[in-house]
């Protein structure tokens, strides 16, 4: 992303924390150093300042009621969204920083010895030298008022209600040496008793990784970073996740590296494509996404990309000729959508493998996709397949030289040519959130995974509105499909006759029966079609639209748009639309009725002078109905 995508002034300042609200996306939390906290509004494009005391700015820490740190924590509450700010105690908001509730007692030591000015000619108390402060804050997941927090004097602590009553479970962490810096604490996605918390202690010159781990709110801990890298001046760990959907595997940075376990640290294994060997301060894991993201020293923001594969990797049987991954969720935005879809090969396929997706039992969807040795990434972009199109065959009656055209020259077919159609043209439904399931067809096998997209909530419509759209866009393309099909019938009838016409050895009497035959079978065809479209040129607005351009049009306005057609798939279709459909739908059931007519009877239409006329025009019918 460049610079310029990002919007910038979202309050908070160069340090501390910046924290989306997780239902309100508009909004905005920041902290910065001299106790500032900031809540910003994307919708006025402003940030109010909310803090719950006066800015400490250049105030030595013993000279202020709230030491507040230069990286202060912030944090949102997952069930009645309150916002948490640490300083020495833990400040609590439910009114968007109206006002603050101190919800703990001071959870540092209190050493006074460590609660001083920064010293030196010039005092420079800007917090980032503060000890005896909150350092971390962790509302669980899982458990309503299950918070816990961290100080960077070594003190871990939880509280069960809410903060109203708070104990301190350091001592139970055997063997953790004194005045660590709690980086962060990752509480238990599966187990509400479950923590994972990385402690620093870097600045006290040790420099191995600290990560422990309780499952029982903190009466016990285990070390679990110990098969991790040591003996490195970065090996220090700084940060710790638990991922959401998988127990036991989680990952840790630290001042060099990023890692990853699979068994809750009996082993750890290093992923480092991609990453600045940095510090790696903070890992977030959307549960959602299966994404892993990765916050660097330097202000660097950087993106794992759907790690299901990683996730299942223990999934894969020993030997697979093929494997397909359970996908994470698909996303319906827009007019647009997309679903990633991953598959193992034990060989190369020598040709492509098929993918399908299934809306029941219904395949609303088929793709080709090359098979290569190893994993291996389809793409679904949320639409259904697509119309058939209308292939072109005849000489126009009005442009004789039309194959001589440098575009269509040494082809056999010619396509229907508009401004503004290309994408509605061959645009398939677009697909309604909801269940699906993914069909991989490869290395002799056919294997079944559930796939679910999901809708962007910025998707103001219901999902039932959503279904009507889909639904209207489904017999549109249906509709376009037995117009391409009528049109490419008799095209396909019209070219035998015109080369039976421009024949020499054809008999004069079979050229005549041959041209009324074209005749009839043009005057169909041109139900369905414009005689300006017969031209393939896309410069020509000369005559009304019949049922095929209709139905193009149509569905760039009922589906995701066409040329200048803004598009509606993100609503239900209007009553004219519903309208609309249904006149396109009765002049297509007129020319199918006209078709069906010409075809019951172009059998009867014989030269009369028999003999080989009449042998011409019976190979003739019978080039034109697949009956030879």
């Not at 962490?173 to 509480?187: C, H, K, Q």
């Not at 600045?276 to 959602?288: A, D, E, R, T, Y």
């Not at 892993?292 to 697979?320: C, F, M, W």
């Not at 309208?579 to 007519?597: H, M, N, Y």
Request: charged share 20%; glycine share 8%; proline share 5%.
């Amino acid at each position: 992303m460049s610079y310029a995508t990002w919007d910038h002034n979202l309050g908070g300042c160069e340090s501390g924390f910046t924290i989306p609200d997780p239902t309100d996306w508009n909004i905005v939390w920041a902290s910065c150093y001299g106790n500032k906290v900031t809540r910003y509004d994307a919708r006025v494009n402003l940030a109010r300042n909310v803090e719950p005391w006066f800015q400490t700015l250049d105030s030595p820490p013993n000279d202020s009621k709230y030491r507040c740190h230069w990286t202060a924590p912030l944090a949102i509450d997952p069930f009645d969204h309150a916002v948490y700010y640490g300083c020495q105690v833990i400040f609590k908001t439910i009114n968007n920083g109206q006002s603050w509730t101190v919800i703990s007692p001071d959870l540092s030591t209190g050493d006074k010895s460590r609660i001083v000015s920064s010293g030196g000619i010039i005092g420079d108390n800007l917090g980032q030298f503060y000890g005896e402060v909150v350092f971390s804050i962790a509302p669980s997941p899982i458990a309503k008022g299950l918070i816990w927090a961290g100080t960077n004097d070594g003190q871990i602590w939880v509280t069960q209600n809410g903060g109203g009553a708070w104990t301190n479970v350091t001592k139970n962490v055997t063997g953790m040496p004194a005045w660590g810096t709690v980086r962060e604490i990752s509480p238990g996605n599966f187990d509400a008793g479950t923590a994972y918390v990385s402690v620093d202690y870097h600045i006290m010159d040790n420099r191995d990784p600290f990560i422990y781990k309780t499952e029982d709110f903190g009466k016990t801990w285990k070390k679990i970073s110990d098969a991790m890298p040591k003996d490195h001046p970065l090996a220090y760990a700084q940060s710790v996740a638990e991922n959401p959907n998988r127990k036991g595997m989680v990952f840790a940075g630290t001042g060099n590296a990023f890692y990853y376990t699979m068994d809750d640290g009996a082993h750890w294994t290093q992923l480092q494509d991609g990453l600045p060997q940095s510090q790696h301060s903070w890992i977030i894991v959307p549960k959602l996404w299966h994404d892993v993201v990765v916050s660097t020293y330097g202000r660097g923001i950087y993106i794992l990309h759907d790690i299901t594969t990683l996730e299942q990797a223990d999934k894969v049987p020993a030997n697979a000729a093929a494997y397909l991954y359970e996908p994470r969720v698909g996303y319906r935005q827009a007019r647009s959508g997309r679903a990633d879809l991953q598959f193992m090969l034990k060989d190369a396929s020598a040709d492509s493998v098929k993918v399908e997706i299934l809306s029941g039992t219904e395949v609303v969807r088929s793709m080709r996709v090359a098979g290569r040795a190893g994993l291996n990434r389809a793409t679904w972009d949320l639409h259904y397949d697509a119309p058939e199109r209308v292939a072109l065959r005849t000489t126009p009656p009005d442009n004789a030289h039309i194959w001589d055209e440098p575009r269509f020259r040494g082809r056999d077919t010619r396509p229907i040519t508009h401004w503004g159609i290309e994408g509605a043209i061959g645009t398939g439904p677009l697909a309604t959130p909801g269940r699906y399931s993914v069909r991989l067809i490869a290395a002799g096998q056919t294997l079944t995974q559930p796939l679910e997209v999901i809708k962007d909530p910025t998707i103001s419509s219901s999902d039932l509105d959503l279904t009507a759209s889909t639904a209207m866009q489904v017999k549109i393309r249906n509709d376009m499909t037995q117009t391409a099909q009528i049109v490419n019938n008799l095209e396909v009838m019209r070219k035998t006759v015109e080369d039976l016409r421009k024949s020499d050895t054809t008999a004069a009497a079979s050229k005549t029966a041959l041209g009324e035959l074209d005749q009839k079978m043009l005057g169909v065809e041109l139900q369905l079609l414009s005689r300006t479209d017969l031209h393939s040129d896309d410069k020509w607005f000369v005559e009304k639209y019949r049922v095929y351009m209709n139905l193009i049009w149509f569905n760039g306005q009922v589906g995701t748009g066409a040329g200048d057609v803004a598009g509606g798939a993100d609503y239900r279709p209007t009553d004219t639309q519903v309208q609309v459909l249904g006149d396109i739908e009765r002049d297509l059931a007129a020319a199918k009725v006209a078709f069906d007519a010409l075809m019951k009877t172009r059998s009867r239409v014989q030269p009369e002078d028999g003999g080989q006329a009449r042998a011409d025009h019976t190979a003739a019918v019978a080039n034109c109905t697949g009956d030879g």
